[in-house]
């Protein structure tokens, strides 16, 4: 009984301990898990040999050179710009206006309709790819560019909806009533004030819409015909013949890219209403 | 002759679902006047300057601003202007944009509108904060703004809807003034949502106390508050006793009120009652007086339940019958009328017949 009311020992149980000491290990594991191929991968872009083994053969920027001259690779580069520009684009508009109805209106058959929103996030890629492929096959589109900038449009409405409805729902609606009030009609008041607030959650949406079109494999290498090859379908055809360090250090520009466009997509959706307010 | 009012409703109704928030609202706000609507939450006073607004369309009834019919005009088409509850400044523009807002709407040349901007920010004693954003303002400073963006437009009417609710008491007393003097300098039609009684007192030439979206005393502050029109009214405004009980008699002079069927308590004969009917006496705790012997017309013997020291006033709970009590507010002037008495104490209960209300609703 008295070693149990001795102040020393209650202060920090030795269980307590073990278990601060397990939860900390358990959470630099996590990260370990998570980064540690993404860093070897980037290790050994700058590896000075032809074969990835595990050796270190010395520094180079060679793979970064070749990368730059390969024509195949700036074809793809070319198409996956244009098709995430494109389907950005139109996503961007499309779900601005969709989450504007859905914030603003009642209509019939609302809530079905806002659960069908959000289906192209919940459902597998494959599954979607797939559909989206028989659909192309029936309506008879052939294949190529434009099946798959349409088929990004489809789920990329869906994210920019969200990140829109989310900057909305902060959204004071007596600041358009005061717009209203002092004599904007209906467009004036979108014009000068909700288009500029919601600009911030506009363009966090088309980053992000931007990015997972880059990125997408899945549905593109279904809805990809011949000539429309993407930088993410290039790479899985040059990795069927095997890993270079060319293929590291593409992987390293793609990653260096997406990472800065999530960044700016965060930066954005927290700031923007006139407090700059740094992550 | 419709245009002398500044606003007119004429049976206005207005129906959310089921829930009747204004229930037939008829009501003539004067040309200059500082109109207030007042009464608790969810007694449809805002609902009822927003459909002045044009943020809602009445369900039924008709709203006239300057004589003419609103119908379904939308706010950008109505002569008025409103100062939001939480101001509403655009949170994007600079103070001067803010301001500048409503002019620019209606294209009006930049050297005047630079000019009257610069006038009003000085009018609200701003001048120098016009390059500034809105969050950069304190919460009073922000309330002025909105004032300013509101009054540049020269409304026939504002309208404004708790605008100093999110202000701490001492900025909202000095405020009240403040926009009191404002109002009769510019000489607009103020049309003032509240709950605070206080602040409706102080501030309005006449006041509508609303209640489940029906007007329920329209009248100026003293006559509401003196003689409120019904227990509703006597209860909001201010504190009140009540006391229940049948008329025993009935004079020209008089009228008597038995109260719980006992204290027989007279008043001034102003409503039309009738022998026997169930009234309500409605009397001030400050109009009442406490003391040791019969002192004033009406006098009624009583215990002392409770004494309550509040600094400026001494406050005594005192039962006159086993079923009513009266609170009585003597202010604590201190020296030798300072006569305090205790709990179980015999003592007199004193008023002047003009000060009671008799209530029949």
Same mark, same amino acid.
């Given at each position: 009984?008295?070693?149990?009311?001795?102040?020393?020992?209650?202060?920090?149980?030795?269980?307590?301990?073990?278990?601060?000491?397990?939860?900390?290990?358990?959470?630099?594991?996590?990260?370990?898990?998570?980064?540690?191929?993404?860093?070897?991968?980037?290790? $050994?872009? $700058?590896?000075?040999?032809?074969?990835?083994?595990?050796?270190?053969?010395?520094?180079?920027?060679?793979?970064?050179?070749?990368?730059?001259?390969?024509?195949?690779?700036?074809?793809?580069?070319?198409?996956?710009?244009?098709?995430?520009?494109?389907? =950005?684009?139109?996503?961007?508009? $499309?779900?601005?206006?969709?989450?504007?109805?859905?914030?603003?209106?009642?209509?019939?058959?609302?809530?079905?309709?806002?659960?069908?929103?959000?289906?192209?996030?919940?459902?597998?890629?494959?599954?979607?790819?797939?559909?989206?492929?028989?659909?192309?096959?029936?309506?008879?589109?052939?294949?190529?560019?434009?099946?798959?900038?349409?088929?990004?449009?489809?789920?990329?409405?869906?994210?920019?909806?969200? +990140?829109?409805?989310?900057?909305?729902?902060?959204?004071?609606?007596?600041?358009?009533?005061?717009?209203?009030?002092?004599?904007?009609?209906?467009?004036? =008041?979108?014009?000068?004030?909700?288009?500029?607030?919601?600009?911030?959650?506009?363009?966090?949406?088309?980053?992000?819409?931007?990015?997972?079109?880059?990125?997408?494999?899945?549905? =593109?290498? $279904?809805?990809?015909?011949?000539?429309?090859?993407?930088?993410?379908?290039?790479?899985?055809?040059?990795?069927?013949?095997?890993? =270079?360090?060319?293929?590291?250090?593409?992987?390293? +520009?793609?990653?260096?890219?997406?990472?800065?466009?999530?960044?700016?997509?965060?930066?954005?959706?927290?700031?923007?209403?006139?407090?700059?307010?740094?992550? | 002759?419709?245009?002398?009012?500044?606003?007119?409703?004429?049976?206005?109704?207005?129906?959310?679902?089921?829930?009747?928030?204004?229930?037939?609202?008829?009501?003539?706000?004067?040309?200059?006047?500082?109109?207030?609507?007042?009464?608790?939450?969810?007694?449809?006073?805002?609902?009822?300057?927003?459909?002045?607004?044009?943020?809602?369309?009445?369900?039924?009834?008709?709203?006239?601003?300057?004589?003419?019919?609103?119908?379904?005009?939308?706010?950008?088409?109505?002569?008025?202007?409103?100062?939001?509850?939480?101001?509403?400044?655009?949170?994007?523009?600079?103070?001067?944009?803010?301001?500048?807002?409503?002019?620019?709407?209606?294209?009006?040349?930049?050297?005047?509108?630079?000019?009257?901007?610069?006038?009003?920010?000085?009018?609200?004693?701003?001048?120098?904060?016009?390059?500034?954003?809105?969050?950069?303002?304190?919460?009073?400073?922000?309330?002025?703004?909105?004032?300013?963006?509101?009054?540049?437009?020269?409304?026939?009417?504002?309208?404004?809807?708790?605008?100093?609710?999110?202000?701490?008491?001492?900025?909202?007393?000095?405020?009240?003034?403040?926009?009191?003097?404002?109002?009769?300098?510019?000489?607009?039609?103020?049309?003032?949502?509240?709950?605070?009684?206080?602040?409706?007192?102080?501030?309005?030439?006449?006041?509508?106390?609303?209640?489940?979206?029906?007007?329920?005393?329209?009248?100026?502050?003293?006559?509401?508050?003196?003689?409120?029109?019904?227990?509703?009214?006597?209860?909001?405004?201010?504190?009140?006793?009540?006391?229940?009980?049948?008329?025993?008699?009935?004079?020209?002079?008089?009228?008597?009120?038995?109260?719980?069927?006992?204290?027989?308590?007279?008043?001034?004969?102003?409503?039309?009652?009738?022998?026997?009917?169930?009234?309500?006496?409605?009397?001030?705790?400050?109009?009442?007086?406490?003391?040791?012997?019969?002192?004033?017309?009406?006098?009624?013997?009583?215990?002392?339940?409770?004494?309550?020291?509040?600094?400026?006033?001494?406050?005594?709970?005192?039962?006159?019958?086993?079923?009513?009590?009266?609170?009585?507010?003597?202010?604590?002037?201190?020296?030798?009328?300072?006569?305090?008495?205790?709990?179980?104490?015999?003592?007199?209960?004193?008023?002047?017949?003009?000060?009671?209300?008799?209530?029949?609703?």
């Amino acid at each position: 009984m008295t070693k149990r009311l001795n102040p020393q020992a209650m202060k920090t149980p030795f269980r307590f301990k073990i278990g601060r000491y397990i939860l900390t290990a358990h959470g630099l594991l996590s990260y370990v898990f998570l980064y540690a191929p993404i860093i070897i991968l980037i290790i $050994f872009s $700058f590896n000075a040999s032809k074969f990835v083994t595990g050796r270190w053969h010395g520094f180079t920027l060679i793979w970064y050179q070749k990368l730059f001259v390969d024509e195949a690779i700036g074809a793809a580069l070319r198409n996956s710009l244009y098709i995430s520009l494109v389907a =950005t684009f139109v996503s961007t508009i $499309f779900g601005t206006m969709v989450s504007l109805a859905m914030e603003r209106y009642n209509f019939w058959g609302k809530m079905p309709f806002d659960a069908l929103l959000y289906l192209p996030i919940i459902i597998p890629d494959i599954a979607m790819a797939v559909m989206l492929l028989l659909f192309f096959v029936m309506v008879k589109i052939p294949l190529g560019k434009l099946t798959i900038i349409i088929s990004h449009i489809a789920f990329d409405i869906s994210f920019v909806a969200i +990140v829109v409805r989310a900057r909305l729902a902060q959204f004071d609606s007596a600041l358009e009533e005061a717009a209203q009030d002092l004599y904007a009609n209906n467009w004036k =008041t979108f014009r000068y004030v909700t288009f500029p607030l919601l600009m911030p959650g506009i363009l966090a949406g088309a980053l992000l819409a931007f990015t997972l079109s880059l990125d997408d494999f899945v549905i =593109t290498f $279904f809805t990809a015909g011949p000539g429309s090859s993407t930088l993410p379908l290039r790479i899985y055809s040059l990795v069927k013949l095997g890993v =270079t360090p060319e293929i590291n250090a593409l992987s390293a +520009v793609m990653l260096l890219a997406s990472f800065l466009l999530v960044v700016l997509s965060v930066w954005l959706q927290k700031g923007g209403d006139g407090k700059v307010d740094f992550m | 002759m419709p245009d002398e009012f500044a606003v007119e409703l004429i049976n206005v109704a207005k129906q959310f679902d089921q829930v009747v928030a204004v229930d037939n609202v008829s009501l003539q706000i004067r040309d200059g006047e500082f109109f207030s609507l007042l009464g608790p939450s969810g007694c449809g006073k805002t609902t009822t300057l927003r459909m002045i607004g044009g943020f809602e369309m009445p369900t039924s009834g008709n709203v006239l601003i300057g004589g003419e019919i609103q119908g379904f005009k939308p706010p950008f088409q109505r002569p008025v202007n409103t100062v939001f509850q939480s101001y509403a400044l655009f949170p994007h523009m600079t103070i001067f944009d803010n301001v500048a807002f409503g002019l620019q709407m209606k294209k009006v040349s930049k050297s005047e509108i630079k000019q009257r901007v610069n006038e009003m920010l000085e009018l609200v004693q701003l001048s120098d904060v016009g390059r500034r954003k809105p969050n950069q303002l304190s919460g009073g400073q922000q309330q002025r703004i909105a004032l300013a963006r509101a009054l540049i437009n020269k409304p026939k009417v504002l309208l404004l809807d708790e605008p100093l609710g999110a202000l701490d008491l001492k900025l909202r007393k000095a405020m009240q003034l403040e926009l009191k003097a404002l109002q009769q300098r510019v000489g607009i039609t103020f049309i003032y949502v509240t709950h605070d009684q206080e602040e409706a007192l102080t501030m309005s030439d006449r006041i509508a106390v609303m209640n489940q979206g029906k007007v329920l005393h329209l009248d100026t502050p003293e006559e509401i508050y003196e003689h409120p029109a019904n227990r509703f009214v006597a209860d909001f405004i201010g504190e009140t006793n009540f006391m229940e009980g049948k008329v025993s008699q009935l004079n020209e002079e008089r009228v008597f009120v038995a109260v719980d069927d006992q204290v027989p308590v007279p008043l001034l004969p102003t409503r039309d009652v009738q022998l026997g009917q169930v009234v309500t006496v409605a009397v001030r705790p400050e109009k009442l007086s406490v003391s040791a012997e019969k002192k004033r017309e009406v006098d009624i013997p009583g215990t002392i339940d409770e004494v309550i020291y509040i600094g400026t006033d001494i406050r005594y709970i005192v039962r006159i019958t086993e079923k009513t009590t009266l609170a009585v507010r003597e202010q604590n002037r201190g020296g030798l009328s300072a006569q305090r008495f205790s709990i179980g104490d015999h003592i007199h209960i004193g008023w002047y017949a003009r000060n009671a209300s008799l209530l029949t609703e």
